[in-house]
């Protein structure tokens, strides 16, 4: 489909799909599919004999599905990654695939009230069926929830004077839009770093309605069962608070504190890293300004 290089330009697209180490008759999961670009590269190595499984809780992405008898495409979030595998009759993988975050399709699609560049409602819903949306979290949290999820997810100094000003205003009216919110922010978004903070408080706002890092940890936390011996997992952060995770899970298998280590001092972990860190050359960066952030970590499975 030609809508699909419109709906989202793979970041890190080679390095993300050779991390898998693809062998032709392998089964593989791309668990952010989006606008399948991650995916159709994946199915360009794969032989007759191979699959592809891939999962995406956004309507929008159903439209970008894959005309080949070795895909399947799972309407689902990727927290549900080993019930849907399992109905499909598949236990283990070689590999999985995972782009993080909100797709350019997200961003660009105004009405979605994912970006900061255009007036919508405060939307934010990476599934459109989900009940709780950005209206609800900013006009119906409690301002101490309100605090918490600025001061958590998007590591805002001013979170306390932030969420007492949203409920003060919000006893005389809702605050509807993206707009309206800016309004009500405004003395917190001085000009010179007004998209920095506001990008922060988007930040923080769509991983709670998203339920982002719980359905991180609940997926990451399958994934050693999933994988066979060899099996190779490919994972792509933006910011910090994800890769944060991905990069404990990986060294220690697990997302606070240390595992217990033998006499002698060491501890045995499902994982082992491959290669180091990956980040976007300037070039990609300069033609896919989403890349700026990007980082990749690959690992094998013991």
Do not use: C, W
């Not at 030609?2 to 791309?30: C, F, Q, R, S």
């Not at 290669?275 to 499975?301: C, D, Q, Y």
């Amino acid at each position: 489909m030609t809508m699909a290089m419109e709906y989202h330009n793979p970041v890190l697209l080679t390095e993300t799909v050779d991390g898998l180490n693809i062998k032709e008759d392998g089964v593989y999961v791309d668990v952010t599919f989006g606008g399948g670009g991650h995916s159709k590269e994946i199915l360009k190595r794969l032989g007759d004999k191979g699959k592809l499984f891939a999962f995406d809780q956004d309507l929008d992405a159903l439209e970008n599905t894959i005309d080949d008898d070795r895909f399947t495409l799972i309407n689902e979030n990727f927290r549900f990654v080993k019930r849907f595998l399992r109905f499909h009759g598949v236990k283990k993988v070689d590999g999985i695939l995972a782009d993080f975050g909100v797709s350019s399709h997200q961003f660009d699609v105004a009405k979605r009230g994912f970006s900061t560049r255009f007036e919508a409602d405060l939307d934010m819903r990476m599934n459109q069926q989900n009940k709780l949306s950005a209206f609800h979290v900013v006009n119906e949290y409690e301002e101490e929830q309100l605090k918490q999820v600025f001061l958590q997810y998007g590591e805002l100094r001013s979170a306390p004077a932030m969420s007492r000003l949203i409920v003060e205003h919000r006893k005389t009216e809702p605050i509807v839009t993206s707009e309206q919110l800016k309004k009500v922010l405004r003395k917190f978004l001085p000009p010179r770093y007004e998209n920095k903070v506001l990008a922060q408080i988007y930040q923080a706002i769509r991983i709670e309605v998203n339920q982002e890092i719980e359905v991180l940890k609940e997926f990451l936390e399958q994934t050693p069962e999933l994988l066979k011996e060899k099996g190779r997992l490919s994972f792509i952060s933006y910011h910090s608070l994800e890769d944060r995770l991905v990069k404990r899970f990986i060294r220690n298998g697990m997302f606070e504190g240390e595992p217990e280590r033998d006499v002698f001092g060491n501890f045995e972990v499902p994982l082992k890293k491959v290669n180091g860190l990956i980040v976007p050359t300037a070039e990609e960066i300069k033609i896919n300004n989403r890349a700026r952030s990007a980082k990749l970590r690959i690992a094998e499975k013991l």
